[in-house]
């Protein structure tokens, strides 16, 4: 059973279309990461969002946590076929440094 | 400034034999990870390090063994290689400045048959 559920686990939409993926828990957590990992490298961090709430903008992306900390989600405004990848979310229980990793959502932007 | 490097990049293993997939960072980060992530799965901490001699065990340390003499270099150790340790093996590295934020290496696709 995974800590942190993401959905959907799949998503296939044409250039333009908007999107949201989310990430769920059951458990609180004291900040939560969004990175994007593309085929044959590493994960990348977008953003990291701390206080329940929070809305952070990155151009086309847009980044919330819940305003109880156990959620979060992301909006992709206008996708282009550069959006494609695999989205991970990632969360850290306390203040301490280990991450909990959702299962992610495999994005395909088609043009 | 590289970041975090890894290699090798490829490697096949036969079931039983021995390797160690090796890690380094530059930005002198005090905590090092390593995680396997499983074909369209997400990632699942093998072992994890705060600093320089000391280790603990994540989610999934059975199989394998780590070590960090100094703060750059964490290897990753497997002694008997076995097929369900297929996988691709992500290091990461974190430092004190941005605690929840990881940096990644480009991975080491492993397989063993």
């Known amino acids: 059973t995974q800590l942190l559920e993401q959905s959907p686990q799949f998503l296939s939409i044409q250039e333009g279309e908007n999107l949201t993926v989310y990430c769920n828990s059951s458990s609180v957590f004291s900040s939560l990461q969004w990175y994007r990992q593309e085929p044959g490298e590493g994960p990348v961090l977008l953003v990291t969002v701390v206080t329940g709430g929070e809305v952070k903008k990155l151009k086309r992306l847009t980044f919330q946590f819940g305003d109880a900390r156990k959620d979060s989600s992301l909006h992709i405004t206008a996708a282009q076929t550069g959006d494609t990848g695999l989205y991970l979310c990632?969360?850290?229980?306390?203040?301490?440094?280990?991450?909990?990793f959702g299962g992610g959502t495999r994005l395909m932007v088609k043009p | 400034n590289a970041g975090v490097t890894q290699t090798p990049k490829f490697r096949i293993l036969k079931i039983g034999q021995s390797m160690t997939l090796q890690c380094t960072q530059d930005m002198n980060h005090n905590y090092m990870y390593w995680y396997r992530q499983d074909p369209g799965m997400g990632l699942k901490l093998i072992y994890y390090?705060?600093?320089?001699?000391?280790?603990d065990k994540g989610e999934v340390p059975n199989g394998y063994n780590v070590s960090r003499s100094t703060t750059e270099d964490f290897p990753l150790r497997l002694e008997l290689a076995a097929p369900s340790q297929t996988s691709v093996y992500f290091c990461?590295?974190?430092?004190?400045?941005?605690?929840?934020?990881?940096?990644f290496g480009p991975g080491t696709r492993l397989t063993v048959t």
């Open positions: 390090s705060v600093g320089a001699g000391i280790t």
């Open positions: 990632a969360g850290a229980r306390n203040a301490g440094n280990m991450l909990t």
């Open positions: 990461a590295s974190q430092g004190l400045a941005r605690p929840y934020e990881q940096y």
